[in-house]
């Protein structure tokens, strides 16, 4: 089965930046894979997602802000988070989907979700 190993969370001050890692390990197989965040209290956002062919797409929030990209050569999915505000906060989940038109149906409908890592961001 595929699995998702997230990393780089932590606790940074408003406007700081922080990049998160997720390795995959069956990456030719995925069609998209994306971020996705649960604030205190609130239920999932979805925040960033890439196709297969590097296509990306974000939520309002933090378009202009956050950059989703991947490695291929590397089996390892990242997100650049810059600018960041207090309602950043939260548990980011690395997700993926091996299904044709993964990322048309959305995060929500993602088989392989990997485990939460936290980020603080203080003002």
């Known amino acids: 089965a595929l699995q998702l190993v997230a990393s780089g969370g932590g606790s940074v001050q408003a406007g700081e930046s922080l990049t998160l890692a997720c390795v995959e390990s069956k990456f030719t197989d995925i069609t998209c894979m994306g971020w996705i965040r649960q604030a205190p209290g609130k239920e999932h956002e979805g925040v960033a997602l890439?196709?297969?062919?590097?296509?990306?797409r974000y939520s309002d929030a933090v378009k202009g802000r956050f950059t989703i990209s991947k490695d291929n050569a590397k089996n390892t999915m990242y997100l650049k988070m810059s600018s960041l505000k207090p309602e950043d906060t939260g548990t980011y989940i690395c997700?993926?989907?091996?299904?044709?038109?993964?990322?048309?149906?959305?995060?929500?409908?993602?088989?392989?979700w990997g485990q939460g890592i936290q980020v603080n961001v203080s003002s």
């Open positions: 890439i196709e297969r062919d590097g296509r990306t």
């Open positions: 997700a993926a989907t091996i299904n044709d038109n993964g990322c048309h149906r959305g995060y929500s409908t993602f088989g392989f």
